[in-house]
């Protein structure tokens, strides 16, 4: 079983920078690792995602060159530097791990952590 907890949550000013991080316990070496966002009274939508190996990384287009998806496997850590931050980002956001899929389809992730808030205001 995968434990996922996410940090680095909290309130920035337009512009500003923040970045998150996953710890998990039981180990992400081979695991699949993505980063999804859910902002009040909309669906939880994908955000990045970065193959086990860290070789590959998609992200979605709103934040593509903006944010950076990065893991640290002997840390089973993954991290999420997000700059340039836009008042639309503001939003709950997780970290989800699978042991085959990579990419952007929520419901292929089977471990989920309970997230960390972003607020950017204007």
């Known amino acids: 079983q995968v434990q996922l907890v996410e940090s680095g949550g909290g309130s920035v000013q337009t512009g500003g920078s923040l970045t998150l991080s996953c710890a998990a316990a039981?180990?992400?070496?081979?695991?699949?690792m993505g980063w999804f966002r859910q902002a009040p009274g909309k669906e939880r939508e994908f955000v990045a995602a970065?193959?086990?190996?860290?070789?590959?990384?998609e992200y979605a287009p709103s934040v593509q060159g903006r944010f950076k998806i990065t893991r640290d496997n002997y840390k089973s850590t993954m991290s999420l530097q997000m700059n340039s931050l836009k008042p639309e980002d503001t939003a709950v956001y997780l970290c989800?791990?699978?042991?085959?899929?990579?990419?952007?389809?929520?419901?292929?992730?089977?471990?989920w952590g309970q997230g960390t808030q972003v607020t950017v205001s204007s």
């Open positions: 970065i193959a086990w190996t860290g070789a590959s990384t």
């Open positions: 039981g180990g992400i070496s081979s695991l699949a």
């Open positions: 989800a791990a699978d042991r085959t899929y990579y990419g952007e389809v929520q419901s292929a992730y089977d471990y």
